[in-house]
């Protein structure tokens, strides 16, 4: 990606910066509580289009359509994730745990290359407004990878300004403080780490599917 790792001045008229996400999500799922168990769940509908992949967790289109785009990302910062993981579990260890619970039960036992968290964000360039992530899941992880002047994170709340440089760390929660980054020059890329707050939904009874998934676990391969 050439372009997007360009020198910047993010100061001029109609400047746009690119998010490419990959992360599983579990929201606008569809419930299965009440649902019949003795049928698969790929053949209960009523006569309507269904979208059965919204009965369990799902990648978004960059992970799933750009496969090798997304194992060259994790491959080139695979270090760096594995240090966040040890330095995260060793530093809150309680936060850790509440974060770890979804991407423990991801479907087919599928192995989140950010662990604890689910998913990530790539960042290039970015500037944002002032905002806060309501449909994380409490805590976000944030790997900076800077070259230039400013773009430092301010947290409101906390009344806090973070110059991170290049491979630098921070945990925040960032459904509850406020966030946004000033404008910087130079090249400026981030890793945000997150996990999606429907996803509590799965972790509690599979969003109602459970017995399905007991039942008929023998059949999702051949199906």
């Given at each position: 990606m050439p372009k997007e790792l360009s020198w910047e001045n993010s100061r001029h008229f109609g400047y746009s910066y690119l998010s490419i996400a990959y992360t599983w999500y579990y929201r606008m799922h569809e419930k299965g509580h009440g649902a019949p168990s003795d049928v698969h769940p790929n053949k209960l509908h009523s006569g309507v289009k269904v979208n059965f992949?919204?009965?369990?967790?799902?990648?978004?289109?960059?992970?799933?359509?750009?496969s090798m785009e997304f194992e060259a990302v994790v491959e080139i910062f695979s270090e760096i994730l594995e240090f966040q993981r040890i330095n995260f579990q060793y530093a809150n260890p309680t936060a850790y745990d509440e974060v770890r619970v979804f991407a423990?039960?991801?479907?087919?036992n599928t192995a989140s290359p950010v662990y604890p968290f689910a998913g990530f964000m790539m960042n290039f360039r970015v500037v944002t407004d002032a905002h806060k992530d309501s449909k994380d899941a409490k805590w976000c992880l944030i790997i900076f990878v800077k070259d230039g002047e400013g773009g430092?994170?301010?947290?409101?709340?906390l009344g806090l300004k973070v110059d991170g440089q290049t491979g630098n760390i921070l945990i925040f929660p960032s459904c509850w403080v406020t966030h946004f980054n000033l404008h910087f020059q130079g090249h400026r890329i981030s890793l945000v780490l997150h996990t999606d707050k429907e996803g509590d939904e799965w972790v509690k009874d599979r969003g109602g599917w459970g017995d399905h998934i007991v039942r008929h676990h023998a059949t999702y391969a051949r199906e």
């Open positions: 992949h919204q009965r369990v967790p799902y990648s978004t289109v960059g992970t799933l359509k750009k423990d039960v991801l479907p087919l430092q994170l301010c947290l409101h709340e």
